[in-house]
């Protein structure tokens, strides 16, 4: 491409339809920008996984680092504002996986670590409401088009005999039940 741009440019390096010369529209326009081995930020994170298994991971400032030394930090996993696991992890950055059944329930956690018998926070993660464990049996599945700002349905791609041949039922009391949430 660069070929043809300095053989139409050499004819004249400068016309009333040319508003630069061959030597600028050649210079590269890029910068180069180094991404850092790390980020240097306290930040823990947790996302759904399916209703009963969330990935968190998290990372320290090295500075905190160096104050957290000798404790033993901890990753406490909270379901509607109850603590529900409690697990000892390394003070460096890591990820793990935590595994608590907890559908349609706010979910988040913390990265603490215990002092004199309590628990002193360093970072809170988002928080989230746990995916559905029901298996929607509608006739018509409902999409959303975020460009659109729109919702449409479509007829379901099940049908009553893929439920019973994989062990749902499709009775009227089932078809009519639907999950409540919190």
């Known amino acids: 491409?660069?070929?043809?741009?300095?053989?139409?440019?050499?004819?004249?390096?400068?016309?009333?339809h040319i508003l630069h010369t061959k030597d600028e529209i050649l210079k590269p326009q890029t910068?180069?920008?180094?991404?850092p081995p790390r980020f240097d930020i306290t930040k823990i994170v947790i996302l759904p996984v399916n209703p009963s298994k969330f990935y968190t991971y998290w990372f320290i400032k090295e500075d905190l680092k160096k104050q957290l030394e000798n404790k033993t930090l901890r990753i406490k996993l909270f379901v509607e504002n109850q603590e529900v696991l409690d697990m000892p992890v390394s003070n460096t950055d890591g990820e793990l996986y935590l595994y608590y059944h907890a559908p349609f329930k706010e979910v988040f956690c913390i990265l603490c670590y215990i002092e004199n018998g309590e628990c002193v926070e360093i970072a809170k993660s988002n928080i989230f409401i746990a995916p559905s464990d029901i298996i929607s049996q509608d006739k018509e599945e409902v999409w959303y088009n975020k460009a659109k700002k729109e919702t449409t349905t479509k007829p379901s791609i099940y049908k009553d005999e893929d439920f019973i041949k994989y062990g749902f039922y499709t009775t009227k009391k089932h078809l009519n039940q639907t999950p409540t949430s919190k």
């Open 1 to 16: 491409m660069n070929e043809i741009i300095k053989l139409s440019i050499q004819e004249d390096n400068l016309s009333s």
């Open 31 to 35: 910068q180069d920008y180094s991404i």
